[in-house]
């Protein structure tokens, strides 16, 4: 697989990696024997990056990780996990004290002694801007309970004011065929400034395998039933914020490019992995046919442009009027 670097730190992994919210909670139940078997999967077929978070079951992703780790102590593997979703969102949790305590706690629950890359996970606005908070987690750094550290975000905004700061080494961003803002202003300068591209909700939930339509139901404990307009947390994690029934629309437009050497799945995440600036997608896999597919994505050739500019001629028509101011 095609790796590619974290330039602030200089860590490689594949382009492709696996994120894991759904091997926690929030998507239906996965049991312990299948989320192992995903997990698996993904490293057999070349991913070297896995994305995770202490909310994530409460910790139940993290350790199910530390557990496969375990399994494969010569794996050469970049865990990526984030903090900060577990209490109430107050600028004031925000504290070294804080830092360490949620720190010490993905440590045991992943195993490990120091965490690869540890993300501040979608915080208040506030928390950006806070000078502080990057002493705190750079103090982590020279303590050796964290290598490195970035965020996660909702807006645009928040990502640029990361970057400007020195000891990020990563932004964590929603980008697919239907969230295209981080196009504009935050790929080329997270590639100017050498902070890793972490690209989010690839498949927009699921909306662009192309596997749904207006007759599909999903499980009461998925956030695809509870949260489409944002009753738990930020609706631009659902669908990217699109609506059920308009981001069908923007799919259906987009099934003529895919053509017949690849699913629509690896089609988006294929246009995730031209974009310039990305490091590493990050799809989610509820079985291990879903993680080997999402990983065949990266030896596709490169879309070809008229392709490009028909993917941004669907969003500008049906999409941007919608979200593209939004986060």
């Known amino acids: 697989m095609e790796q590619r670097t974290f330039g602030r730190i200089g860590r490689r ?13 929030d998507w239906g139940r996965v049991d312990e024997t299948d989320a192992l078997a995903v997990l698996a999967a993904a490293v057999d077929s070349g991913v070297t990056f896995l994305d995770t978070a202490d909310v994530y079951g409460d910790g139940r992703s993290e350790q199910l990780i530390g557990r496969f780790l375990r399994s494969r102590p010569d794996a050469d593997l970049m865990v990526a996990t984030k903090m ?3 209490v109430p969102q107050t600028p004031e949790a925000y504290t070294a004290e804080n830092f360490r305590a949620w720190t010490d706690r993905s440590r045991a629950n992943l195993g490990v002694d120091t965490l690869d890359l540890v993300q501040l996970h979608c915080p208040p606005t506030p928390v950006f801007h806070t000078d502080a908070v990057y002493d705190a987690l750079d103090d982590l750094v020279a303590a050796g309970r964290i290598a490195a550290y970035g965020v996660s975000v909702e807006t645009c905004e928040q990502a640029l004011t990361a970057i400007a700061r020195p000891g990020v080494a990563s932004v964590q961003i929603i980008l697919n065929a239907l969230r295209l803002k981080p196009l504009d202003e935050v790929l080329p300068a997270a590639a100017g400034a050498g902070v890793g591209i972490i690209a ?8 662009l395998s192309g596997r749904y339509d207006e007759s599909t139901v999903f499980a009461a404990d998925d956030h695809r039933s509870y949260n489409r307009h944002g009753e738990a947390f930020d609706v631009g994690e659902t669908f990217s914020g699109v609506d059920f029934d308009l981001g069908l629309a923007a799919v259906r437009r987009l099934a003529p490019l895919v053509g017949v050497d690849r699913t629509m799945a690896q089609f988006a995440l294929r246009w995730v992995i031209d974009q310039p600036g990305v490091t590493v997608v990050i799809p989610g896999a509820r079985d291990v046919g879903q993680a080997t597919g999402n990983t065949a994505a990266a030896a596709l050739p490169p879309l070809d442009p008229a392709t490009l500019a028909e993917v941004r001629a669907g969003y500008d028509e049906l999409v941007r009027p919608r979200v593209h101011d939004r986060w």
Do not use: I
Not at 200 to 207: F, I, M, T
């Open 200 to 207: 989010r909700v690839p498949l927009a939930s699921g909306l």
């Open 84 to 86: 900060g979703r577990r």
């Open 13 to 25: 992994v594949g382009v492709v990696g696996l994120g894991t919210w759904q091997l926690g909670a």
